[in-house]
């Protein structure tokens, strides 16, 4: 039939549609055990919000009303008024950057055994070594 068009013509094939990444992602993965990092002032700001929003709104689920509203109050506050949310967010931060510490130790204790005496710049020598070598017996 003329003009007309087979359902194949308009439509992308299976393969089209896939992820084109899909077998060549290179995305590290994440390790569970990694300390999660600290919430901002803001943030920690948003968590006695939300318990006071709830309770003069019970009606209201929607995320974006409650981050809206925050928003708001959170530039017309001063720095005075910002202080003590700022004070527990450092005090966060300075614990996280102890977990992290003792966290990176630990992964170079797993990952460190592997390390020669040999740093990595007599390394690489070497290897750039034994490649002349090569060369020359040719």
Do not use: C, I
């Amino acid at each position: 039939m003329k003009g007309v068009k087979s359902k194949a013509d308009g439509k992308r094939t299976d393969a089209a549609l896939k992820p084109k990444a899909a077998g060549r992602s290179k995305k590290a993965v994440k390790d569970p055990n990694k300390p999660k990092r600290p919430p901002s002032a803001f943030f920690v700001f948003m968590e006695e919000f939300r318990k006071e929003f709830k309770e003069k709104n019970p009606n209201n689920k929607s995320v974006a009303a409650v981050g809206k509203a925050a928003g708001e109050r959170w530039k017309a506050m001063t720095e005075a008024d910002k202080a003590p949310y700022k004070a527990k967010a450092d005090k966060r931060k300075a614990e996280y950057e102890k977990t992290m510490d003792a966290y990176n130790k630990k992964q170079a204790g797993v990952h460190g055994d592997d390390d020669s005496d040999k740093s990595k710049s007599e390394v690489n020598d070497n290897e750039d070594d034994s490649g002349e070598e090569e060369d020359d017996d040719e």
